[in-house]
């Protein structure tokens, strides 16, 4: 069974500086991952995914992440982050052939002026 | 931007009574999906739903559940008789293909009583 980590449950950070939001996961099979956004009271949303080929993924609102498979990990990250981006963020993992999300318990950015 | 739609947002229920969940997802969506996320754990998944019948369901959907899509156009997710451990953000989701990111709807946040 697959199995996601997200180890920081919270990353404050300042407006306009960096962020990087980590996640690893375990999977036995190839893999397919997502990040997903949750705004507060509001649904989850697609952020970013890696499906295949290249390993530097972008997103919406200028965050990227970067498979690396041998470290097993899928980081998210944003060069400079604005208040609008305090937000949930969700790793998630699928296991290939198959179409189920397994979702890390997620980590709460929050920007401040 | 195509949406899922669920209602209500928001349902109170006693416990030991019957609550239907409402979606409305993607009308050219093939896969539909249910999750829970319980007040601060993981979103969790319950069901997966494709060609009219059950695809995967987790251990956590058990015979107290069930889904149905009545119309061709809403998907239900029944809980027959609620217990207080059901009280969670129930959240619908569609998808074009099964490898796929899928399109979350808002949720449903049930409080059983």
């Known amino acids: 069974a697959q199995s996601v980590t997200q180890l920081d449950s919270q990353v404050p950070v300042f407006e306009e500086a960096p962020v990087e939001l980590r996640c690893n996961y375990s999977s036995s099979v190839s893999v397919y991952l997502f990040w997903y956004v949750q705004y507060p009271n509001q649904g989850l949303q697609l952020l970013l995914k890696?499906?295949?080929?290249?390993?530097l993924v972008k997103g919406i609102n200028g965050f990227e992440a970067e498979f690396n498979k041998s470290q097993t990990s899928f980081h998210l990250r944003k060069p400079s982050v604005h208040i609008s981006d305090t937000a949930e963020y969700f790793c998630a993992v699928m296991n290939s052939g198959y179409s189920t999300l397994t979702f890390g318990k997620g980590t709460m950015l929050l920007v401040s002026p | 931007e195509p949406e899922v739609t669920q209602t209500p947002s928001h349902q109170v229920t006693q416990m030991g009574q019957e609550v239907i969940l409402r979606c409305v997802p993607i009308?050219?969506?093939?896969?539909f999906y249910w999750y829970r996320q319980i007040l601060g754990q993981k979103v969790e998944f319950l069901v997966s739903f494709y060609n009219n019948e059950i695809s995967e369901k987790s251990e956590i959907f058990d015979d107290q559940f069930s889904v149905e899509r009545p119309d061709g156009s809403n998907f239900t997710l029944k809980i027959r008789s609620t217990k207080l451990e059901d009280s969670a953000m129930y959240f619908c989701a569609s998808s074009a293909r099964d490898n796929d990111g899928y399109t979350f709807g808002s949720g449903t946040r049930l409080t059983v009583v």
């Open positions: 890696y499906l295949s080929g290249s390993t």
């Open positions: 009308s050219n969506h093939l896969y």
